[in-house]
């Protein structure tokens, strides 16, 4: 570690990052640590790569430790079973996505959990699964059932749990904005089943309502 830096004092230093006013924000949407993302990149810069501090921080449970340990590891170091594991762990949602994001789809083993958490029972599992996808559909859809997956979304995601209904309606849109053989039937299911039509959207965001963000990123690319 960085001149005898100890977890001990990488742990005493997130606490001392700690505010108030943003852990209020973060717990809004469902994430108990209070450090700022920036501030928390910048210690995950100092540190560089360094796998059992990454593996020690993880173990600690804290948000805010699982979060630097998922900047510092390295991706490729973890097993199967281990990445399944870290999933089913991950607890808060920006853990999840960091996990998903930053360690999992640099892993050998991406496709085959992809496939594994795409068809898990648990939601919050199966939301992992559909985010692999998604990117699988944007990078290399070769060998994807994008009609079935259109199928599914059609019968499921109206009634899916939050996250998982959240990756579905990703995925629904990366279909219809990188295919545009079956962009009409994604924009068809997306304006049928209504999903995110009304969540409150920024000014100078795109809505996540599937068929404004298909039209949106679409006209985007044909304007360059």
Known sequence: ???????????AELAALEDP????????????HGVNLGKLRAVAKRLKTQQDVALEL?????????LLSLLICRPKAFSHDELDTMLRQARTPKVHD??????????PHAEDLRQAWFADPDPVVASAGWAL???RVVKNPEGLDLPGLLDIIEARMKDAPERLQWAMN???????IEHPEHRARALSIGERLEVL??????????SPFAPI???????????K
């Open 98 to 107: 960091w996990l998903v994001g930053y360690v999992v789809k640099k892993s």
């Open 197 to 206: 039509k009304d969540y409150p959207t920024p000014p100078n965001c795109t």
């Open 1 to 11: 570690m960085l001149s005898g830096t100890t977890v001990a004092e990488v742990m």
């Open 58 to 66: 993880w173990a600690t449970d804290d948000t805010a430790a699982k």
């Open 213 to 223: 963000w298909i039209n949106e990123m679409v006209r985007r690319k044909e304007a």
């Open 170 to 176: 990703t995925c629904l849109a990366q279909i219809g």
């Open 21 to 32: 006013k943003a852990r209020a924000v973060n717990e809004r949407h469902g994430d108990d």
């Open 133 to 135: 996808t998604s990117d």
